[in-house]
């Protein structure tokens, strides 16, 4: 746990890479894994492809602090990219 992470040989490192980003609060650090347990005991994944009752809330949430009507929310930076080139082609 930590900024430390060990190879196969028990040979310690400070993590300099922190997975891109992804981890740079420390491996395991409890109160994401807690978030993290509690979070996927009450909905694991979730898709705009089906009704779940968060969805409103969440979308009602960000309008609101965003100040916008809509929102399209994505998984990745990818998808996002791909969407405001479609806007653009579309509209642009």
């Not at 996927?40 to 492809?49: E, I, P, W």
């Not at 965003?66 to 642009?92: H, Q, S």
């Amino acid at each position: 746990s930590g900024a430390t992470v060990f190879d196969e040989q028990g040979k310690q490192y400070i993590d300099f890479l922190s997975a891109y980003s992804a981890v740079n609060q420390g491996h395991c650090h409890p109160k994401i894994v807690k978030a993290l347990t509690d979070q996927a005991q009450r909905l694991t994944l979730s898709s705009r492809a089906f009704h779940h009752d968060l969805f409103l809330e969440f979308a009602k949430y960000m309008t609101e602090l965003f100040g916008y009507d809509k929102i399209l929310p994505m998984n990745t930076g990818v998808e996002g990219g791909e969407t405001a080139i479609k806007l653009c082609r579309k509209w642009g």
